[in-house]
């Protein structure tokens, strides 16, 4: 592609994603399953994806649109967590946003790193299918362990307090969320960063 494609190219993609994210967080259950413990989300796959294929500053946009998303239905779509993603809910303050944007962010950083390491690092066939599979695990598991570990450093009281249990008992709780919600998003993250990236990247080569 010359300069003006790409950068059109680009432009659209991102436009494309950011829509795709929108529609994600607010159509009932298809970005947001609301579980008893907290969200379990899809949208970070869009942001994993854009990531990789438009570098890392039009994924970063596309990670604070993701999490405007999750600010905004914590806000105006409130549930029982709903004070760790918005400051204007009973229980949340500044460092709300903080876990709201600042992993969602990385998301759209992170795997494109990732993905330009393992290429260099492998030199056999398949390398690119594995690096985009690799890049959409670990783009998970930043929301994943950035969100919950920050719950849990800037509002263990709260969230024990939310859950009805001891303070104590809230990093089993934060385990227990990183396991049950964290490695299957991480599996299809995976799976469809893999099929959707592989296919963009030929087209973005053309």
């Known amino acids: ?4 494609s790409k950068n059109l190219y680009k ?3 991102t436009a494309i994603f950011a829509a795709v994210i929108m529609v994600m967080a607010f159509v009932p259950w298809l970005g947001f399953i609301n579980l008893i413990i907290i969200s379990a989300t899809l949208i970070h796959i869009p942001v994993i994806i854009g990531s990789i294929i438009l570098g ?29 993603f918005s400051p204007f809910y009973p229980g949340g303050n500044i ?4 876990i ?19 290429r260099l690092v492998l030199k056999k066939g398949g390398k690119e299918v594995i690096a985009l599979g690799v890049a959409g695990i670990v783009g998970a598991m930043t929301n994943t ?3 919950m570990n920050l719950v849990y450093v800037l509002f263990a009281d709260e969230f024990a307090m939310a859950r009805g249990v001891a303070v104590d008992a809230v990093y089993g709780v ?33």
């Open 56 to 84: 890392p500053k039009y994924g970063m946009f596309l990670g604070f649109i993701f999490g405007l998303s999750s600010f905004l239905n914590a806000t105006f779509n409130p549930g029982i967590t709903s004070f760790l």
């Open 95 to 98: 460092f709300s946003l903080v």
């Open 174 to 206: 934060i385990v227990t969320v990183i396991v049950a919600n964290g490695i299957p998003e991480a599996i299809v993250a995976a799976i469809l960063t893999a099929g959707v990236g592989k296919v963009l990247l030929k087209i973005k080569n053309i």
């Open 145 to 147: 362990l950035l969100v």
């Open 11 to 13: 432009m659209v993609l």
């Open 1 to 4: 592609m010359k300069n003006t």
């Open 100 to 118: 709201c944007f600042l992993p969602r962010m990385l998301v759209g950083i992170v795997p494109y790193y990732v993905y330009k390491g393992i």
